[in-house]
C-alpha cells in the first residue's frame, strides 16, 4: 500500500536527519499517518515530530521541517507540507492517482486484500447457542459480526476457520429431552407434563409433530428412559438442522459445528483436568474439583466439577480451548461472545494461561444488546416462542442483506436499536438500499456501454482529470487501508460506513459528469470514465462481499 511506502520514507528521514545531528539518536516510535478530515491538508498527514518532540527535546515544528528536508524524492508525491503544530501532510499526485484504476481493474475481486496475517491460524468461534429451541434474532448480531470478521481476516492474509460451538451437553439438554418426549406423547392424547425448567414454546408441539408423522409411535412402549433420550436425539439433530437452514438462509458459513458433546466422548475434559492438576492449578475440597485461578491473578477459584460429579460448563470450556489451542494447534483464536459472558472473560484467559498458553492469544469480543423496534415501539413477540423473535423471523421481515448490514452498522460494544421499518424502506434513508442501488445503478451503466458495443479496455485514465473523478479514485483507494485497520481492530462496523460514502462519492461522480458522451470527440473521455465506472463496481462489490451483503446488478 501507499501508506507503507511513505512510512518507510519517513523513516529513512528520520534515519538521514540523525546521521546528520540535526537531531538526536532517539528511538524511533510506531510511526502514525492517517488521513486528514480535511482533504485540503493533503491525502495522508503524520503527527511524528510530535511524538518525538519530548525524547529529542526538540520543537515538534523544528522537527517536522527536519523531516521535510531529508525526505528521499518519491515519484507517486506531488508536495509534503509542514503544518503547525508539526503536522508533516502529504499529497499525492494525480498522475499516480488515475493509474490506480489500472491497478484496480487488475486485482479485481481480490482488490482490498492484504498481507497482514501472513498465513497466521485464526480459528474463530461465533454464534454458539444451546441447541434447544430455534435461534434467536439477537443472534443475528453475532453472527453478522463473526461472518464478516471471518470474511474481513481471510481477506488481511489470516487462514480463518470458522466454528460454531454446540452446546448439546449438560442440564439443558436433560430439560429438552424430557420436554421432547412429553410433547411427543401429549401428541398421541397420552398425559404428560412438560418438566418446569423445559421449554414450553409452541415449537416444540411442532417438532413433536414432525416426529410423530416420521417416526409414528415407535417410541410409545419404549421404556420412559430410554424413550426421552432416542427422542431427544432425534429432536437435537433436527434443532442442529433448523439452526444451519436459518444460517445458511442468512449467508452465514461455519466451517466446523463443533458438539460439546464431544469434548466427554473423546475424554478431552478429564485429560484438561489432569493437565491442570499436573501444573498445580487443581484443588479438590468440599467434595469438588476446583480450578485454582486465584494463582493467576483471579479474585476466586472456580469449581470444575460439582460434588454431585457434574462438570460444570467452565470445564467444558476450558477442555474446548485446549483442542483449540494445543490438540489443534490454531495460533490465535478469537470467541465471540454476549455481554451477558463479560465475567467470564478474565477467567477464560486465566484458564489459558494455566494450560501453557500465552493469553494474548485469546481475543473475545462481546456484544451488547439489541433492541427491534416497528412502528416506533419495541418488537418483542414471536409466534414460535411467545417472548422472543426468532432469527428466521427477522430475517422473511427483512431479508438477509439487510439484517447483516444493520446489525454491523454498530459497534460490538453498543447497544443498539434495529429500526425493522427502515430496514425494510426503499429510499436513500436506507443504508442497504443506496449502497446496493448504487451498485446496481452502476450495472446498468455497463450494460448500457455493452448493448452500445462501446469497448473501454483500451481506455486511457490519463485523461480523467476532473476533481469527481479523483475523488471517487481516492475514496477507492481506501478499501485496503480499511481492510487492514479493520482486521487489526477486528472491528467491521467501519464496513457498512465505508460502503455508504462511497455509493455517495459515486453518486456525484455520476451527476457531474457524464460517462457515455455521443460526441464522438468525447470517445476517448467515454472509454477512461467507463474504466472508472467498472472500477467503481469492483470496489463496492468487494465491500458489500466482505459484509457478506449481495452486490445485486439490478433492483
Request: hydrophobic share 45%; with cysteine.
Amino acid at each position: 500500500m501507499i501508506k507503507d511506502q511513505i512510512v518507510e520514507l519517513l523513516k529513512e528521514a528520520i534515519g538521514r536527519t540523525q546521521e546528520k545531528g540535526q537531531m538526536p539518536a532517539v528511538e524511533l516510535p510506531e510511526i502514525p499517518l492517517e488521513r486528514p478530515a480535511n482533504p485540503a491538508f493533503g491525502d495522508y498527514a503524520s503527527s511524528l515530530a510530535m511524538r518525538l518532540a519530548r525524547s529529542a527535546r526538540m520543537n515538534p515544528l523544528a522537527i517536522a521541517k527536519k523531516i521535510v528536508d531529508n525526505l528521499p524524492a518519491a515519484a507517486f508525491l506531488e508536495r509534503v507540507e509542514v503544518a503547525p503544530p508539526g503536522f508533516v501532510n502529504f499529497s499525492l499526485k494525480n498522475e499516480w492517482i488515475r493509474q490506480q484504476v489500472e491497478t484496480i481493474l487488475a486485482a479485481g475481486p481480490r482488490f482490498g486484500a492484504v498481507d497482514l496475517g501472513r498465513g497466521t491460524t485464526v480459528q474463530l468461534e461465533f454464534g454458539s447457542a444451546n441447541p434447544t429451541g430455534p435461534l434467536t434474532a439477537a443472534l443475528g448480531r453475532a453472527v453478522s459480526l463473526g461472518d464478516a470478521l471471518g470474511n474481513i481476516l481471510a481477506a488481511a492474509g489470516y487462514r480463518v476457520t470458522r466454528e460454531y460451538y454446540v452446546n448439546d451437553a449438560g442440564s439443558r439438554m436433560d430439560a429438552f429431552y424430557q420436554t421432547a418426549y412429553a410433547r411427543y406423547l401429549q401428541a398421541f392424547g397420552r398425559p404428560a407434563e412438560v418438566p418446569e425448567d423445559g421449554y414450553h414454546g409452541s415449537y416444540m408441539v411442532d417438532l413433536a409433530a414432525e416426529l410423530k408423522a416420521e417416526y409414528g409411535d415407535r417410541f410409545l412402549n419404549v421404556p420412559a428412559g430410554e424413550a426421552a433420550v432416542a427422542i431427544g436425539h432425534i429432536a437435537l439433530a433436527k434443532m442442529i438442522a433448523s439452526a444451519e437452514a436459518d444460517l445458511a438462509f442468512m449467508g452465514v458459513h461455519h466451517d466446523v459445528w463443533f458438539r460439546e458433546q464431544s469434548l466427554f466422548d473423546a475424554g478431552l475434559v478429564a485429560q484438561t483436568i489432569s493437565l491442570l492438576e499436573a501444573r498445580g492449578y487443581i484443588s479438590r475440597r468440599e467434595g469438588a474439583i476446583w480450578f485454582t485461578s486465584s494463582a493467576l491473578g483471579e479474585d476466586k477459584d472456580n469449581v470444575l466439577v460439582r460434588s454431585n460429579g457434574v462438570p460444570t460448563y467452565f470445564a467444558s470450556d476450558i477442555a474446548y480451548h485446549n483442542d483449540k489451542f494445543v490438540q489443534r494447534g490454531f495460533q490465535w483464536v478469537v470467541d465471540i461472545w454476549g455481554a451477558d459472558h463479560q465475567g467470564h472473560v478474565p477467567r477464560m484467559k486465566a484458564a489459558v494461561a494455566a494450560l501453557g498458553v500465552d493469553p494474548d492469544r485469546l481475543t473475545v469480543i462481546l456484544h451488547q444488546l439489541v433492541t427491534l423496534m416497528k412502528d416506533g415501539r419495541p418488537y418483542r413477540i414471536s409466534k414460535r416462542t411467545g417472548n422472543l423473535v426468532t432469527l428466521r423471523e427477522l430475517l422473511d421481515e427483512v431479508g438477509p442483506d439487510a439484517c447483516r448490514f444493520f446489525f454491523l452498522m454498530r459497534s460490538a460494544d453498543s447497544q443498539m436499536e434495529f429500526d425493522l421499518d427502515l430496514a425494510k424502506e426503499q429510499s436513500e434513508e436506507n443504508p442497504v438500499f443506496y449502497v446496493q442501488y448504487a451498485h446496481a445503478r452502476i450495472a446498468s451503466i455497463l450494460r448500457r456501454a455493452q448493448e452500445r458495443d462501446l469497448q473501454f479496455a483500451g481506455g486511457d485514465v490519463a485523461l480523467l482529470a476532473e476533481a469527481p473523478e479523483l475523488t471517487l479514485i481516492r475514496k477507492m483507494l481506501e478499501l485496503p487501508e480499511l481492510v487492514e485497520n479493520t482486521a487489526r481492530l477486528l472491528e467491521p462496523h467501519h464496513l457498512p460506513y465505508y460502503a455508504r460514502d462511497l455509493a455517495a462519492v459515486f453518486s456525484a461522480f455520476y451527476r457531474d459528469c457524464r460517462v457515455i458522451n455521443d460526441d464522438p470527440a468525447l470517445a476517448g473521455l467515454t472509454k477512461a470514465r467507463l474504466k472508472l465506472v467498472r472500477a467503481a463496481q469492483i470496489v463496492l462489490a468487494n465491500s458489500l462481499r466482505l459484509m457478506g451483503v449481495a452486490a445485486p446488478e439490478q433492483m
